[in-house]
């Protein structure tokens, strides 16, 4: 290395990003990688708002006013599908990107070209699926869950490339999930042992590795779809041998650890943010790793309480809800820790802290949905109508995407090296908190009196709580577009960020300057 | 007027709130079974138990959210861990968790158990109606929407019961045992009636078992609970429960109709009299996909107006509606119609929109081609 440093001499310390646009297309630099990550995941928060948008229009009176039962099932897919894999886990890996490396005291992720690989297939990923929209006979329609054979037999052309684009966004992931664990094993500070690292990184190890368990299963249920569908075999079709319910063990193998991939991670990101503004070291760190371990083993063993209706043999029925129900111990020992971090603390509530104060607030009460749904005879009325829509909304809205703000908030001075305006961010906070608590809440009232979830039109008797559902909507996506205008305020400019400047923050990440520099930690630090 | 202002008030309160308790229901009703009164009870116990644990932990956070700011001068305290107080919030939710466990257990096993039924009926989920089938007793049929398409459309008031009447509603006896054997046709579409909490999935290739013991008469409404396509929200579920006595009375006028309808096959039908009876199936079985003026909606579903099929020979035009076109949304109606019907249908689509063919088929053609099937 030497050699190289006295050929270069001079600028060696101030090796800057390239210039122009190949700065992005060709960059391995984490800093980078994650900055690409945030923007397209907000991008593709817009594009699922907007589907959203037209669900909610179309919901706001009884009758069929703006779109086509056919439209609207489209709507309701690529709602799903954007949000979960383009909008939420771009998100998480956004961060993971920015700020593992600085939070171990790393020069960079351990991958760094696999790391610009994984980035670069997302755009094409949902390029394609997106552009299913514009095909004759139209994008995907059979739900994000995509049942067969509603999905293999019954479904639209444009389900082949459906398939492609899951297999690349799944690809993707194991990539990136593969540079977290690569990085997190390998590249920390010496004294940063597993047991000092922050809960982020500790919640994104665990992720990661949920990640490279499920993905593959997900990869293998489209690919046995494929087949169904082109070369005429017959996994999910009875007709042929096959078991349309044998896709479901499938999908929800994969799909029940993907919804603790899209909140894990947050859960590392709150216990952060409440320790910094209670200024109190965080209550429980190490009953928050075993209790997130926990929550990640269980993930694996309950995943058909999706599908209590489909007639599991009752022995069956009864293991997966006691599995499920046993969920809420590790996740009420975290809600605890929560709450005693900020017991007798000194508290001030900046925007980061607002939106994970509500974090904790709204994710539980998802999680007291979150229970009763697991009580099977009770799930056989709450299964499939709008009582389960406002349960995972409930802990994904306020849960997955608030964390995202909260993360945000809590370290835009430290990529922009300005100081957000606070009067706004706390504005969002109060929209986003008033709009989605009434677009989401009163969906529990006409679940329970019996609204199914993915129709199109209704009964009059859930007419006046869809259109307050609808309103809370409008009010919580026209919000987002504020926040974008937040965002762009702070990088162009505002008060300078100092290095550290959250006064109860603790963590390597403010040890260096605001900006962080386009290389950091080129020198590992020394953790005591 | 303003001299009774109370009047008024009150008259304004009433209509606010007399309306509100039609439309704003919030809360799962108990039904009308021992099952779905006792799934009523297990719902509330949880939410309580939820509600408690949620005052108790939001009460603790917002006692620190307003006593222990900043701005009071709150001194941040340094204490970080307390094995006893882990031990306990764990143990504890443990224990109500069991506590819980134990009245789902006996609701869940006793909602498992379908043996020794007094009527068997077999439900059939199509895209996008129900098929009920009276197993042993020789009486079947569809259930469609009965909503007309202007209400939906918006052209006209909406009923009390939009998008939750049906053309011939399910008949069930009051107190029987009631088992229902679940199935689909052609993707998963789910049974569900919340009054009785029942819901299957209708799964096609499998059947599952359910059942309901009906206490009070009277119309239960439901829903397809799984998304099942374009018309998944257009699928209801209407039980009409009657006294013993009331449906034994209606299942052997049913019986009596099927006979009638055998002999209807073997009459001599013109033109004018099937394109009449064609005009009424097609508008509640064909009009879904091929849409009342025939021009369907291309490409899922090919229009009818001057189709090659329906302007071809009536052979081939009669064999596509009977067998359907496997791997497409088009189903084999010989397996759902009757022969008079599936002649009826044929001769209308090949004489309506212009397709003036003046040709008919007939049902003996029908019964023909069953027959063959069959051989």
């Not at chain 2, 939710?93 to 869940?108: E, H, R």
Request: glycine share 8%.
């Amino acid at each position: 290395m030497s050699a190289v440093i006295d050929d270069h001499a001079g600028h060696e310390h101030d090796h800057g990003p390239a210039k122009g646009l190949m700065r992005w297309v060709l960059t391995t630099n984490h800093k980078d990688i994650g900055t690409m990550y945030l923007w397209f995941s907000f991008t593709m928060f817009l594009l699922g708002g907007s589907f959203a948008m037209v669900i909610r229009a179309e919901l706001f009176q009884p009758g069929l006013q703006i779109v086509e039962p056919a439209f609207f099932n489209q709507m309701t897919t690529m709602h799903g599908l954007i949000m979960v894999f383009g909008a939420v886990m771009p998100a998480f890996v956004g961060l993971a990107n920015w700020m593992i490396p600085l939070m171990i005291g790393a020069p960079d992720m351990a991958l760094p070209r696999l790391n610009n690989f994984s980035f670069w297939l997302l755009p094409a990923a949902f390029a394609m699926l997106v552009s299913t929209l514009f095909t004759a006979g139209g994008g995907p329609n059979f739900g994000w869950t995509f049942y067969a054979p509603l999905s293999t037999t019954y479904a639209p052309e444009s389900v082949t490339f459906f398939i492609f684009a899951i297999h690349m966004m799944g690809i993707s992931s194991i990539m990136g999930a593969i540079n977290v664990i690569a990085t997190i094993l390998n590249l920390r500070a010496p004294g940063m042992t597993l047991m000092k690292m922050p809960l982020f990184v500790w919640t994104w190890l665990i992720t990661a590795f949920l990640l490279i368990a499920v993905m593959p299963v997900l990869a293998g249920c489209v690919t046995m779809m494929l087949m169904d569908i082109h070369f005429g075999t017959s996994f999910f079709s009875a007709a042929g041998g096959g078991d349309p319910v044998l896709f479901q063990h499938v999908f929800w193998f994969f799909g029940h650890p993907e919804v603790y991939i899209m909140i894990l991670p947050a859960f590392g990101a709150v216990s952060s943010i409440i320790p910094a503004f209670s200024r109190k070291p965080l209550f429980g760190y190490t009953s928050m790793v075993y209790a997130t371990a926990s929550i990640a083993f269980l993930s694996f063993i309950v995943w058909a309480h999706h599908m209590f209706v489909v007639g599991i043999p009752v022995v069956g029925e009864l293991f997966f809800m006691y599995a499920t129900m046993l969920i809420a111990v590790p996740t009420g020992v975290k809600v605890f820790n929560w709450v005693s971090t900020m017991w007798e603390g000194s508290l001030t509530f900046e925007t980061p802290m607002l939106f994970a104060v509500a974090f904790v607030i709204l994710f539980t009460i998802g999680g007291f949905s979150g229970l009763m749904l697991a009580i099977a005879p009770a799930d056989f009325q709450y299964h499939d109508t709008y009582f389960v829509v406002a349960h995972f909304h409930y802990v994904l809205v306020p849960g997955a995407i608030f964390g995202i703000f909260a993360s945000a908030y809590y370290w835009l001075p430290k990529w922009t090296g300005h100081m957000y305006d606070e009067t706004l961010g706390k504005l969002h906070f109060w929209l986003s908190f008033i709009g989605m608590n009434m677009a989401f809440f009163p969906m529990h009232f006409v679940g329970l009196a019996g609204m199914p979830r993915r129709v199109p039109d209704y009964n009059l008797q859930f007419a006046d709580f869809n259109m307050v559902s609808s309103i809370g909507a409008f009010i919580f996506g026209a919000t987002q577009i504020f926040f974008l205008f937040i965002v762009i305020k702070c990088i162009r400019g505002g008060e300078p960020a100092p290095a550290k400047p959250w006064d109860g923050a603790e963590g390597l990440e403010w040890t260096v300057p605001s900006p962080a520099p386009y290389h950091t930690f080129v020198t590992p630090p020394e953790v005591k | 007027m303003m001299r009774h202002p109370h009047v008024w008030m009150g008259l304004l309160l009433w209509s606010i709130f007399g309306q509100a308790q039609a439309a704003w229901t919030m809360n799962m009703a108990p039904g009308a079974t021992e099952v779905s009164n006792a799934v009523f009870d297990l719902h509330m116990i949880i939410f309580v138990i939820c509600v408690v644990i949620g005052i108790v932990v939001f009460g603790a956070m917002f006692w620190s959210m307003i006593l222990h700011r900043r701005s009071t001068g709150q001194e941040a305290a340094r204490f970080h861990e307390s094995t006893t107080v882990e031990t306990l919030w764990t143990v504890v939710p443990l224990l109500i968790l069991i506590a819980m466990a134990i009245p789902a257990t006996k609701t869940l096993i006793n909602i498992y158990d379908a043996s020794e039924s007094d009527l068997d009926i077999q439900v059939t989920g199509y895209q996008w109606k129900w098929h009920y089938k009276y197993l042993g007793q020789d009486v079947e049929f569809f259930s469609n929407l009965a909503t007309p398409t202007e209400q939906i459309h918006n052209q006209a008031p909406k009923g009390e019961h939009y998008l939750l009447e049906v053309d011939q509603p399910l008949v069930l006896p009051v107190g029987a045992k009631v088992r229902f054997l679940v199935t689909s046709a052609d993707v998963i579409h789910s049974w569900w009636v919340p009054a009785f909490a029942v819901k299957r999935d209708a799964i096609p290739g499998f059947i599952n078992e359910a059942w309901t013991r009906i206490e009070k008469p009277g119309l239960y409404r439901g829903q397809c609970a799984e998304l099942c396509g374009k018309d998944h929200g257009f699928m209801p579920i209407v039980a009409e429960v009657k006294s013993k006595a009331d449906f034994e009375t209606w299942l052997a006028e049913r019986k009596a109709e099927s006979a009638k309808l055998k002999e209807l096959t073997s009459k001599e039908w013109t033109l004018q009299e099937l394109v009449e009876r064609g005009d009424k199936v097609y508008h509640t079985t064909c009009v879904a996909c091929h849409q009342a003026e025939g021009q369907g909606l291309p490409p899922m579903f090919p229009a009818l107006k001057g189709s090659p099929i329906a302007t071809g020979p009536k052979e081939d035009h009669l064999h596509r509606v009977y067998f359907g076109k496997p791997g497409t949304a088009m189903a084999a109606f010989g397996k759902q119609l009757s022969e008079v019907d599936i002649a009826a249908v044929v001769t209308y689509e090949r004489n309506a929109w212009g397709n003036n063919k003046g040709d008919m088929v007939t049902p003996k053609d029908v019964l023909a081609l069953k027959q063959g099937e069959s051989k």
